[in-house]
């Protein structure tokens, strides 16, 4: 290398130095624009093209009044205003601008995430239905196969109920209940955790007629999703789909028993219902069973295709691990134990140990879950070391996740149509592995207190960044603040009547979804509020499930409010942007790129002008060589062909007097007998016919007469 730097000239070191540091400038520059085109103090500009919508819609009653009368803790309830059918307005309660411990918002938060699986309801709604805008709602389900299926909950922003997001959702729900009860106990919300389980399990229940069935889905795609109106005229046929022991489902048997074993470990240690535990377990033994029995081991869109629309399973040996991990949570039985590391093992295998979590997807959180159970025994090293390795991929991201700039964890092929639920996901299992650890320590090992900060550092940026500190300035709970979405992609709560006018009637959704989460912004932080955009707008049980729990922990242990309780209402400017830069920065970072390309190429051009002429000059003469060679070639070829054409010119001159001297006809009889002439008289039979081309002898030509000395000569035979 030092011989290689020799060998170049000084003055060409000093401009590439020179060039390289120009780059640098430029490239600091713009990377510092893109970070300030989404900075929390980027002034505020009406201009942006969802603001105008969003403050029209949220401005009709001054937003968040500074007062003192919200209720105390153990009081506190939600205001007719919060559940009315005909209000699109702000929310009635008032920032608690000086904190209290527990916080006064977060309490508001989970009450309103409560709230929004009331909105979920289907089937005959109960006396105590706090969401007064709905109505009772297929109440007819199951009775094509037979069976009362009416109940559960709607999955999403339509009227489909789907079974594998659904026990997801009720196990997340469960977990972290479970995890962070005391959170529940200090919002005064058990009552409605247990509302809201209960009614999600007791269409479980019925889910599960008998020990070798199981309904998965109830609707069809095809038709519901040609249909966008309130709950009362919700299209048919719903038609019911099954799995059983002769079309095996192993996924989302093992899922519905993950979620029996949960939740029946929460109404037996917290909510000490054990006649409600026992039937959960119950269920849950029977329906595991099942997935290991009933064979082949399949996912359940092989036998039921109508799931392929929306829930397409990727696999089933993490639903039959995450089921065995749960087993043993409820039952402590050592069998459960080992089957959950048999089927992790056959994860592993096949996949890489360290995927990030969704209702598809939940080796991560056996993992979790395994550690919290095996802590000081012979088998905690297995777990102990995943799930580090989880979380340390999850709070250091590496390929396929990262963080957008402004701090959302964020996997690309997976995040794209919800990244709210992929980092909630992440939050809630990395806050429960910290919980963990933190009590398996004493206090005295520094690098695990260490860990404990940073997993604490990563799930407060994520829940913060839900709840406002993001470049929009959006809490992405729907209901909580003016900069809330107004527009989530919902046929329950948007009032419409018509698929093809989904965005513009009506002009403000009939309803308020509050405490819904909605999808949330893309890879650049960028959230477009519209309903069509389902991707960033819709909202789904799995969605809230986590952020449920996360929302308890925050109760527990927060020392100040939520993000959005000092935000202005307004949604800033937020340029836009192409991987992760503002596109003007974008644009000026490859123009000044390919600036400093081409004047890379303009100095190597000068300092090797005298080589670069030479070369100029040698190929210009081979060109001008190769243009005199081509014209010779073209000169001697005219010749030739000149040369040849008069060759056939005289052959053809030759050919034609060939055919005139054929052409001479010498009719003999016409003449004379003269005994000295040499001629004689030729009879009729002997008369001479020369017919050039003639095919035979005495065809038709014109008779001819020369003179005697251009005749030929006959010798008479």
């Not at 806050?431 to 550092?457: C, D, H, W």
């Amino acid at each position: 290398m030092a011989s290689l730097r020799h060998s170049i000239p000084k003055r060409i070191q000093s401009f590439t130095f020179l060039l390289l540091l120009i780059i640098a400038c430029l490239h600091v520059t713009v990377r510092a624009a893109s970070k300030g085109a989404s900075n929390s103090d980027m002034p505020f500009d009406d201009s942006y093209p969802d603001n105008k919508t969003t403050i029209a819609k949220n401005t009709t009653e001054p937003p968040y009044q500074t007062t003192k009368t919200w209720p105390p803790v153990g009081e506190l309830t939600v205001s007719s205003s919060d559940n009315d059918d005909n209000s699109n307005k702000t929310p009635a309660k008032d920032y608690d601008t000086d904190h209290t411990f527990p916080d006064r918002e977060y309490i508001r938060l989970l009450d309103y995430s409560f709230l929004f699986y009331e909105a979920q309801r289907s089937g005959k709604l109960p006396k105590n239905q706090r969401v007064t805008w709905r109505n009772d709602s297929a109440v007819n389900d199951g009775k094509d196969a037979g069976y009362d299926l009416s109940g559960g909950y709607y999955d999403a922003g339509d009227y489909i109920k789907f079974i594998l997001p659904y026990t997801f959702t009720m196990t997340q729900i469960c977990w972290g209940a479970l995890e962070f009860y005391d959170g529940y106990e200090l919002a005064n919300q058990t009552q409605y955790l247990d509302e809201m389980v209960r009614w999600g399990m007791d269409w479980l229940i019925k889910a599960h007629p008998n020990n070798n069935t199981l309904y998965v889905q109830i609707g069809i795609d095809e038709v519901d999703n040609t249909y966008w109106g309130p709950d009362t005229g919700i299209p048919t046929p719903r038609p019911s789909f099954f799995v059983s022991n002769t079309k095996p489902g192993t996924d989302v048997m093992a899922d519905a028993a993950a979620a029996f074993a949960a939740c029946s470990a929460l109404y037996r240690d917290k909510l000490h219902d054990t006649t409600y535990a026992t039937t959960l377990a119950t269920h849950a033994t029977d329906l595991f069973r099942l997935a290991e029995t009933a064979l082949p081991h399949q996912v359940y869109q092989t036998v039921v295709p109508a799931a392929s629309c929306c829930y397409p399973s990727a696999g089933y040996n993490d639903e039959l691990a995450w089921a065995s991990a749960w087993l043993f949570r409820l039952t402590q039985d050592v069998a459960y134990s080992a089957k959950a590391a048999l089927y992790t093992d056959e994860i592993n295998h096949s996949s890489v140990d360290t995927p990030p979590t969704n209702w598809d997807e939940k080796s991560s959180l056996v993992y979790i879950l395994m550690h919290g159970l095996t802590q000081g025994t012979a088998n905690a090293t297995k777990w102990s070391t995943l799930a580090r390795k989880f979380a340390e991929f999850t709070v250091n991201p590496s390929k396929p996740c990262a963080f957008t700039p402004g701090g959302l964890y964020y996997c690309y092929g997976l995040s794209g149509e919800d990244s709210s639920v992929v980092a909630a996901n992440a939050a809630l299992a990395i806050q429960i592995f910290a919980a963990q650890l933190s009590k398996g320590s004493t206090g005295s090992n520094p690098a695990v207190m260490a860990q404990i900060e940073r997993y604490n550092n990563f799930t407060q940026t994520q829940i913060r960044y839900l709840l406002g500190n993001n470049p929009e300035k959006m809490p992405y709970m729907v209901g909580v603040h003016p900069n809330s979405p107004v527009n989530p992609h919902s046929a329950l709560a948007a009032g419409g009547r018509s698929a093809s006018t989904l965005d513009t009637e009506p002009e403000n959704e009939a309803h308020v979804l509050k405490g819904a989460l909605v999808g949330g912004p893309d890879k650049n932080d960028r959230f477009m509020d519209q309903r069509s955009n389902w991707r960033q707008s819709e909202v789904a049980l799995d969605y809230n499930a986590p952020f449920t729990g996360l929302l308890a922990y925050q109760v527990m242990t927060a020392r100040e409010p939520p993000p959005y309780v000092t935000i202005p209402p307004g949604r800033p400017h937020v340029a836009a942007q192409v991987n992760g830069m503002a596109l003007g920065s974008f644009i000026v970072t490859v123009l000044a790129y390919v600036f400093a390309f081409l004047v890379l190429i303009a100095i190597a051009c000068y300092y090797k002008r005298n080589l670069l002429r030479t070369w100029w000059a040698t190929r210009k003469a081979r060109t001008s060589s190769a243009m005199l060679e081509s014209e010779k070639a073209v000169d001697d070829s005219h010749v030739t062909t000149s040369s040849e054409e008069h060759q056939a010119l005289d052959l053809a001159h030759i050919n034609d007097s060939e055919d005139q001297l054929k052409s001479l006809v010498v009719v003999t009889s016409s003449l004379p007998y003269s005994s000295g002439s040499g001629l004689g008289h030729a009879s009729d039979s002997t008369i001479d016919t020369y017919s050039a081309g003639a095919s035979t002898p005495g065809s038709a030509r014109p008779l001819l007469y020369a003179s005697h000395a251009s005749l030929p000569s006959f010798t008479e035979k």
